[in-house]
């Protein structure tokens, strides 16, 4: 007969006392994982340039971008230019007073892509006849009045580089990549690190359906980047023709920084942009008092010397709407950080970036009372 060595109960209680300690070890370190993550979340307007700060971090803390990833963004490349020509033709008839092309022989190519306006497929010929209306001076006049309508930001960067982008050879650059304009919607999580941190950054849908989304991601945020398209003072918001984006921006911000659940966040100001910003001030068509009142009698509290007064002056009156929020109530349990930046200039976010860690360690020894 056989003998079978049979488990005792001590030796069922020893695996099990194992199996707890290997189990609790694991949460252990999860916990400890999870406590030592920067969580970021990137809120603002719709087109203030959130998505491209994420997509900086990838060039600068995750590799870039994958040759494959580029192949598949010439469709929204295309798509960009598309959506570009066709909102500033559509609009040369609608805006008042109206504009005419320069040229005749340019009419044969804007009824082209009037027809073609929404097809999913480009060929060449639909790329020569943009590129025909691109050259067209009443074309461009219409873009110089852009604010009047409604147009994506990277209208003109790639109505320039149309005669590249239609060659079959083709292959984005990275700063396509950071120009390219696609909507988002929903939550995207971009995750990257930095001298062994770990940061998880949350990019989320701005337009205004989009927004009730937001709160879904307020549990255990370590800070607030909170975007603003500086440029926008004289544009009106997509899904509201009625409203001015930068009114809509600070809004926005007043409502985030006194909603209740994020009382202790503080906020990273990232006041973008500022290229157009700085090409619309020294144009001096759009004045800023024109559509914010209280400019005429601003006086700027600082002086830089590399660049125009008036550039300056707008910038700070700019940043000044948002900081006189943040300091209204003098409650002292979050706080505001203004930087300006340049979402599409790789070496301006990498230095505002480097500059907020400081600022967003600190915030992370708070959340878990270290400091």
Known sequence: MGCFKVKSNDDDERERIETSKRIDKELGKCKQEYRSTHRLLLLGAGESGKSTVVKQMRILHVNG??????????????????????????????????????HPESQPSFDYCVNKKHEQEYDDVFFSHVSRLWKDPGVQECYDRSHEYQLIDCAKYFLDKVDDVRTPDYA?????????????QGI???????????????????????????????????????????????????????QNRLEEAVHLFQTIWNNRWLKTISVILFLNKQDLLREKILLGKSKLEDYFEDYKGYVCPEKVNDEPASVTSAK????????????????????????????????????????????????????????
């Open 65 to 102: 971008f994958s040759d494959e990833e580029k192949k598949r963004k010439i469709a929204d490349i295309k798509r960009n230019i598309r959506d570009g020509i066709i909102s500033i033709i559509s609009a040369m008839s609608e805006i008042n007073p109206p504009v005419h092309l320069h």
């Open 172 to 184: 984005p650059s990275s700063q396509d990549m950071l120009r390219c304009r696609v909507l988002t």
């Open 188 to 242: 995207f999580e971009t995750r990257f690190t930095i001298e062994k941190v770990n940061f998880h950054m949350f990019d989320v849908g701005g337009q205004r359906d989009e927004r009730r989304k937001w709160i879904q991601c307020f549990n255990d945020v370590t800070a607030i980047i909170f975007v603003v398209a500086s440029s926008s003072y004289n544009m009106m918001l997509r899904e509201d023709n009625s």
């Open 316 to 371: 700070y009156f700019i940043r000044d709407l948002f900081i006189r929020i943040s300091t209204a109530t003098g409650e002292g349990k979050h706080y505001c950080y203004p930087h300006f930046t340049c979402a599409v200039d790789t070496e301006n976010i990498k230095r505002v970036f480097n500059d907020c860690r400081d600022i967003i360690q600190r915030m992370h020894l708070r959340q878990y009372e270290l400091i």
